[in-house]
């Protein structure tokens, strides 16, 4: 295992080679903070303000913009590239949203318009229909997304028929006060130091009473919608979605014929056969997460926060009751219960943390203590929209200023932001996973080189690493693993060639063993993992939860390895030590301080590295390759291969004069390895050993 801290985005020097061809330029303007709280004054002509992520009137600071003008047209695209990637319960939640977003409209005299098609004909289409002037929309970190907007733009402008060039205006709701995200510190400990005023959330703008001559739509219901998904190009294929609905312990304790298969129910299921209240504020089938419209959610919210008050109201009980079985760790249950009303936009973080902060003076006097907040839930909301709005800046940050030898692209799983990249346009898919505490920059070497020898390489940040989200969750090598299965599916597309160092090696081993169709091949370079003889009892452990003495070690361990983190990293580099250089030791040190990296830390404690490689990888022996740096100070290498070589027949082996990171240490060395490899698996036209 790797212990290479937590390092943030690394700046790669640039190299023309790599380079991504810019977004295409349109007419394009950014919403400012101060434009949001400007004059009352009315503009001529229409706003169409187009919902996405952002279902709610209240603090929403493009609609406040919107509302200046004569009439304006709030717009709801149900565009299947938007939709694809939400789970069944999360489209639920969408439009239970959309439902009490319509309704609130109406009240202001106004209304929701609901489109189903592709944002680039609905848009142009309603732009002459309506004869707007300007289309609002937030601005966007997600990589598919901004494809989807800049597409919207193109059809805009490229579109003749349209009496008048449409301005598009990009808000945010920004939770910080920020004029410019140029200068902002990349480590989070100087941000905190700038001391950076809150921004206010605005209150609900007063909407204009002039209601055009249109075809609103109607919202459709859930099977409808179904269908609808079903029937779209970017619908998965029936085994695939079958992989994503069945998690990695499922089959992990079907593998292993537990008696306890009763156990192996997912979070809070055992809330799903009671009776729903008629003001649940769970609305699902599956009744997992907070969710109905953004009254609803703020109510819940102020339940949650007042946990520890007690309370006669039947739906807060049953919001309390959820508290109890969510809180795997101290402060997890927000991110579990309130998680997908936020990727919604039903509420704002900003909203979140005023609510929290205001509660928190009402139990204080007025005060806030620098000490620590006086609740765990307080304490939580805070914590986890603070958390989440960092990674949203950089994110947005990364897309603004993104140079150098690749470009980075951010997707969306679970509720949280991923950090990948990919280069190349032809050949095998080979996606690279970094090991504990890495980031995909470590392939820094690697990713351009393997891609000019004929590939397509993706290279991903692991959630709880480099610039990835590091949210309050309990992080183990089957989450990483499902993380892994469904970045294949949702962005790859394809059957993958995967490289894995360390510790995202023995992840890559647990993906293709429990998925073995999502992969061609397997590289492992210095995998964590272990041998047993076939036969052997192999534990597997029920629950994951962590302890106050796990929370005290995590932090031990954090102020550790920011005191000796360059000695582990050269450690680790004994055969080249230069090339752990102080461009890489300042950056690790740096993004040691990112917010949740002492959660991650926690999962050591609780990591099950018990399953044996030899048995994840039965079946599998002939596509999987092994590159061991012989001089890895963090285990055996003699003895791994050894093992190796006695419970996985068929495994191919190179050894390297190298330590824990080869990949890195050894380029020149480790890329032709990879690159031979590929070539033998998809050709099947020689003899193994005849490469090796």
Request: with cysteine.
């Amino acid at each position: 295992m790797a212990f290479l801290a937590f390092p943030r985005f690394l700046p790669i020097p640039s190299s023309g080679s790599c380079s991504l061809t810019p977004r295409t330029s349109t007419k394009c303007s950014r919403l400012s903070v101060s434009a949001c709280a400007g004059s009352k004054r009315e503009k001529d002509g229409v706003a169409i303000l187009w919902f996405k992520h952002d279902l709610r009137l209240d603090d929403h600071p493009g609609l406040v913009a919107a509302a200046q003008y004569r009439s304006i047209v709030p717009l709801y695209i149900f565009d299947h590239r938007l939709l694809s990637r939400y789970s069944d319960e999360m489209l639920e939640l969408l439009l239970f949203a959309l439902k009490d977003l319509k309704d609130s409209l109406i009240e202001q005299g106004s209304d929701l318009m609901i489109r189903i098609g592709s944002a680039e004909k609905v848009l142009p289409e309603l732009a002459k229909e309506a004869k707007a002037s300007s289309i609002f929309l937030e601005e966007e970190v997600e990589y598919h997304v901004q494809k989807l907007v800049d597409v919207v733009k193109e059809s805009l402008v490229s579109d003749s028929s349209l009496e008048r060039r449409l301005s598009t205006v990009l808000w945010r709701t920004p939770f910080y006060d920020i004029q410019t995200l140029h200068d902002l510190p990349e480590s989070y400990d100087d941000f905190k130091k700038l001391q950076t005023p809150l921004a206010s959330p605005p209150s609900i703008a007063e909407l204009p009473s002039v209601k055009l001559d249109l075809d609103w739509g109607e919202l459709p219901k859930y099977d409808y919608l179904e269908g609808i998904m079903n029937a779209s190009p970017s619908k998965l294929n029936g085994s695939w979605t079958f992989m994503k609905q069945t998690s990695a312990e499922t089959i992990l304790r079907e593998r292993l014929s537990k008696s306890d298969e009763k156990n192996k129910v997912g979070f809070l299921s055992s809330y799903s056969e009671r009776k729903k209240l008629k003001n649940s504020f769970f609305v699902t089938k599956n009744g997992n997460t907070v969710g109905g419209g953004a009254g609803a959610v703020l109510n819940a919210l102020h339940a949650y926060l007042r946990y520890l008050e007690g309370t006669a109201r039947d739906n807060w009980q049953e919001l309390h009751d959820k508290i109890r079985v969510a809180e795997s760790q101290e402060g997890s249950s927000f991110y579990t219960l309130f998680g997908s009303a936020l990727c919604l936009g039903i509420i704002s973080r900003r909203r979140v943390y005023s609510e929290a902060i205001n509660y928190e003076k009402e139990r204080n006097a007025g005060f806030i203590s620098p000490f620590g907040y006086s609740s765990a839930t307080v304490a939580a909301a805070v914590n986890s929209v603070s958390s989440m709005e960092w990674y949203w800046i950089m994110a947005l940050r990364s897309q603004r200023n993104n140079k150098g030898m690749y470009s980075i692209r951010i997707w969306r799983w679970n509720n949280f932001l991923i950090q990948y990249t990919t280069v190349g346009d032809q050949g095998p898919p080979v996606l690279m996973v970094h090991g504990f505490g890495a980031f995909l920059e470590h392939y820094r070497d690697n990713i351009c080189n393997v891609a000019n020898s004929g590939n397509r390489v993706w290279a991903i940040t692991l959630l709880g690493f480099g610039r990835s989200e590091k949210p309050n969750v309990v992080y183990t090598e089957l989450l990483w693993a499902e993380l892994l299965r469904d970045f294949i599916i949702e962005v790859v597309g394809e059957p993958v060639h995967v490289v894995g160092n360390s510790i995202g090696g023995y992840v890559a081993a647990i993906l293709a063993g429990l998925w073995p169709t999502l992969l061609k091949s397997l590289i492992l370079i210095n995998s964590a993992g272990n041998m047993i003889p076939v036969g052997s009892y192999i534990p597997l452990s029920k629950e994951r939860q962590t302890s106050s003495a796990t929370w005290l070690g995590a932090r031990f361990l954090l102020y550790y390895l920011r005191s000796t983190l360059r000695n582990i990293v050269r450690n680790c580099y004994p055969a080249k030590p230069e090339r752990a250089d102080e461009w890489l030791i300042g950056e690790m040190l740096r993004a040691s301080h990112d917010p949740g990296v002492s959660v991650v830390l926690e999962s050591i404690f609780s990591f099950n590295l018990s399953i044996p490689l030899n048995y994840i990888l039965q079946g599998l022996y002939e596509r999987v390759l092994v590159i061991q740096g012989m001089k890895d100070p963090l285990s055996d290498s003699k003895t791994k291969l050894a093992m190796l070589r006695e419970h996985c027949p068929g495994i191919m082996i190179r050894k390297l004069d190298a330590g824990h990171c080869p990949h890195d240490e050894c380029p020149e060395e480790v890329n032709p390895i990879v690159c031979d490899w590929i070539m033998l698996i998809e050709s099947r036209s020689l003899p193994v050993e005849s490469c090796f």
